[in-house]
C-alpha cells in the first residue's frame, strides 16, 4: 500500500457517514503459528463483527496480509491485522488487556499492539472521516495508571495509509507498488512497516511506525514512493483514500525479532 500525498488526499470528496468523532486509536499485529492457523482464518471470516460488543468502540477493521507480512500479492497463511477507533483511552487499554487479545497473543509467535493518539488525519475509510483525539479521549484514568507500567521514553510516530483502489487501475497500481514498499521496509528510521488489506488487490493498507517525523517525512518525498505517489495523483488510483499521523503512547510485543518493549503491562502468555 502507498502512503498518500496531501494532493491524492484532496481527490477524496466522497460525503461522510457523520462528523468526525475524537478517538484514540489500536493497532494490533500478530503471526499466528502454524498449528492455530485455521483458528486465525476464522478471526478472517468473522471480521468485524466479532468486535460489535466491545464497550467504547467505535469502529474496527480485521485485515489480512502479504507474504511474510509484506506488501506483495501472495497472501499469507499467519499474518494479520486489527485497526480499532476507542472512544477512550480507558476503553482501549481495557480491550488490549481483554480475552480477545489475549487469544491473539496466545496463538501468535510474534505480536505487537500499540494505543495511539491521531494528531492528523486526511481523506475516509468506508466514507467516514476520522476524528482527532482531543484531551478528554486521550487521558487515561488514576485507576488505569495504577495499572500500567510508566510509559517508555521517546515514542514513535505511527502512520496509517489506506486506500480503495479502482479495479480497472489495479494492474497499474501494483506496478509501481513494490519498489516504493522495498524502500519502506529498508527506510532509515522506520521501526515497522506491515501491509495489509481488508480484499484481495483492491482494498489496501498500510501501517508503519517511524523514530521520528524527519525520518517519515524522508521516506515520503523520495525515490521510490515519491514517483509512485506522483503516477497515483496524475492516473487517479483511488476512488477513496485516508492518511492517518499517530502519535504512540504505549506499545508493547515482539516483531521481525525487534522487543518494543511493554508499557501496555502485557502479562507473560503460555503459547498453546
Not at 36 to 58: D, E, F, K, N, T
Not at 85 to 104: N, T, Y
Request: neutral net charge; proline residues 4%.
Amino acid at each position: 500500500m502507498l502512503a498518500l500525498s496531501t494532493s491524492q488526499i484532496a481527490m477524496d470528496t466522497l460525503l461522510v457517514n457523520s462528523d468526525p468523532v475524537a478517538c484514540v486509536v489500536v493497532a494490533v499485529l500478530v503471526d499466528i503459528m502454524r498449528s492455530h492457523r485455521r483458528w486465525g482464518w476464522m478471526r478472517l471470516v468473522a471480521g468485524s463483527s466479532a468486535y460489535s460488543a466491545v464497550p467504547g468502540l467505535l469502529g474496527a477493521k480485521v485485515m489480512g496480509s502479504g507474504h511474510g507480512g509484506g506488501f506483495t500479492l501472495r497472501p499469507s497463511a499467519s499474518h494479520q491485522g486489527l485497526i480499532c477507533r476507542f472512544e477512550s483511552a480507558d476503553a482501549a487499554i481495557d480491550f488490549l488487556h481483554g480475552d480477545q487479545v489475549q487469544a491473539f497473543r496466545e496463538r501468535s509467535q510474534e505480536c505487537w499492539a500499540g494505543l495511539m493518539t491521531v494528531s492528523s488525519a486526511r481523506g475516509h475509510w468506508d466514507q467516514q472521516a476520522w476524528g482527532l483525539s482531543d484531551a478528554q479521549c486521550m487521558q487515561l484514568s488514576d485507576d488505569r495508571l495504577q495499572q500500567l507500567p510508566p510509559a517508555q521514553p521517546a515514542m514513535p510516530l505511527a502512520v496509517l495509509t489506506r486506500a480503495s483502489i479502482h479495479p480497472a487501475k489495479a494492474t497499474a497500481f501494483w506496478r509501481h507498488a513494490p519498489a516504493a514498499q522495498e524502500s519502506l521496509s529498508g527506510a532509515q528510521g522506520c521501526l515497522l512497516a506491515m501491509g495489509l488489506g481488508e480484499a484481495p488487490l483492491v482494498r489496501q493498507c498500510t501501517f508503519s511506525l517511524w523514530q521520528d517525523e524527519k525520518a517519515m517525512l524522508g521516506y515520503a518525498q523520495e525515490g521510490a514512493h515519491q514517483m509512485a505517489s506522483s503516477a497515483a495523483w496524475r492516473q487517479k488510483f483511488f476512488s477513496e483514500s485516508l492518511f492517518v499521523r499517530m502519535r504512540v503512547l504505549r506499545m508493547a510485543g515482539l516483531w521481525q525479532g525487534q522487543d518494543f518493549g511493554n508499557s501496555l503491562g502485557w502479562r507473560e502468555v503460555a503459547h498453546g
